[in-house]
Structure formats: C-alpha cells, structure tokens
C-alpha cells in the first residue's frame, strides 16, 4: 500500500483506562502534530518524570504536564457521555473539565503515545498519511 499524503488535521484512536476501579473507554481524536513538536513533547516529559522521581523539577518543564500534553492532543471525540447517557459534545470547555478528572488525562497520553509507537510499527490502526 501507498502513501497518501492527507488534508486531515486529526486521527481517531481507542481510549482505555481506569478511574477509582471503574474501567471507561472511547474514542479519541488526536491531532496531527509536527514531528518536531512530538520530539519535543516525548523528550521533556520522560526528562521532566525522571527529575520529580528524584524529588526535582525544572521550571522550564512545570507545563509538561499529562494534563496539558492531552489538551494539546485530543481535539474530539465520541463515545463519551453524561450522566444520563447522552453524548457529550467536544468543546474546549468540556475537555478541560473530562481531563481534570483523575486517571483521564494520563490515559489520553498513554493512548496518544501507542498511537504513535503504532505508526511507527506500521499497526492498521495507526494514522496513515500526514496531516
């Protein structure tokens, strides 16, 4: 199979993780960021987890966050719904709200990074194309 250089700005993959023993999952969609970008984010998060777990941190790091590295991926979704099972539109407003809950934005980055060591592995459920 070819490559297809693609208009797409975005890319869906599954979600899966847990919060307070109860399992969620659904679908997430991840923007297309520059490779440079990706090092850049991949880098000084491990550099980041390396330093707290030694009990430092950088200030230049304190925005590499799981939370500000899944508002800065996940731009949709589907499958996510509200108390009364109804779907949850994507806004900003309620993906800061769906992120602030515990276990949510960890298992959005998680989920983001997979998608990425996918493509690498050339997965069929990795992105195809550039967006």
């Not at 399992?23 to 998060?45: G, H, M, N, W």
């Not at 899944?70 to 800061?96: C, H, I, S, Y």
């Not at 592995?121 to 990795?126: C, E, H, L, T, V």
């Amino acid at each position: 199979m070819g490559f297809k250089i693609s208009e797409a700005s975005s890319y869906r993959w599954p979600v899966a993780g847990e919060v307070a023993g109860v399992r969620f999952s659904f679908k997430a969609d991840f923007a297309f960021l520059p490779q440079e970008r990706i090092d850049y984010l991949t880098v000084a998060s491990a550099r980041r987890q390396a330093l707290l777990e030694r009990g430092e941190d950088d200030a230049d790091l304190q925005g590499v966050t799981a939370r500000a590295i899944a508002a800065e991926v996940l731009v949709g979704w589907d499958d996510v719904t509200d108390d009364n099972d109804e779907p949850v539109p994507f806004t900003a407003a309620a993906a800061d709200r769906f992120l602030q809950i515990q276990g949510v934005a960890a298992a959005v980055v998680q989920a983001w990074g997979e998608s990425l060591q996918g493509a690498k592995r050339g997965n069929s459920k990795a992105p195809r194309g550039i967006g």
